[in-house]
């Protein structure tokens, strides 16, 4: 082989690795799902302890491939609630969830509720909404910053998402509002999350990320043909 023919091939397989490094950098993973993460929040809702965020398991819900997201909030709050996750091209969802406050047993929704945009915009904005029997629940959710740096107890995070809820729950001719913010972190995953007096004009109350385990998926290099190597 000549040094030019050489030097072509060599510059391929870089063009190849710089593409796919490219790719990997451009889907950033906002809500990273692995059995095994765990992410630790303060204050909780109740006084004795942190609340602690944990993907505990898998399980096919109506043939879907899920990830059992399990939030415990401290014992003398007591209150624990798991949802049941999975993505796909578009949205992170939930298909069941359960709750030991209200929400016993499990309860899946007639459409599967969208949580969050996969590679979201400012501007993205969508509604999930379920009939829970008793009551209707519907949330508005508006992407408001996808660039935001946070400084939390576990650390500065740039690039993070700002999104804007609206919780509607109606029982009856009455409807209750809940006004939130969320903040997600690249590779980390929710790393604020806030209530809002009406209308979000100040905090109620705010629970911020103080520590985090990630379990990183294997990550491989792209099939390189073997004739660009050959002599």
Known sequence: MGPTCLLKRISLVAVLMLSFLSLEADAADYFPLQVGNRW???????????????????ETVNGTFTYIWNRQEAPDDNYNEKRWYAKDDSYVKFYRIWGN?????????????????????????????ADFGA???KTTYYVESTTDDVTVPAGTFSNCVR????????????????????????????????????????????????SYTIIKSRQTMPWIPLLLLED
Not at 110 to 116: G, M, T
Not at 165 to 192: C, D, F, R
Request: charged residues 20%; hydrophobic residues 30%.
């Open 40 to 58: 630790t929040y303060s204050p909780s809702y109740g006084d004795k302890g942190d609340r602690v965020d944990t993907i505990v398991g898998t």
């Open 101 to 129: 406050e209200g929400l016993d047993p499990p309860f899946n929704p007639i459409s599967p509720w969208r949580v969050f945009k996969l590679n979201p915009i400012v501007g993205d904005t969508w509604i999930s909404e």
């Open 135 to 137: 009551f209707d629940f």
């Open 163 to 210: 999104v804007r809820e609206l919780n509607e729950m109606t029982l009856g001719n009455q409807t209750e509002y809940e006004y939130e913010k969320h903040w997600y972190a690249p590779s980390v995953g929710p790393v604020i999350y806030r209530d809002y007096a009406a209308s979000w004009s100040s905090v109620n109350f705010s629970q911020e990320l103080v």
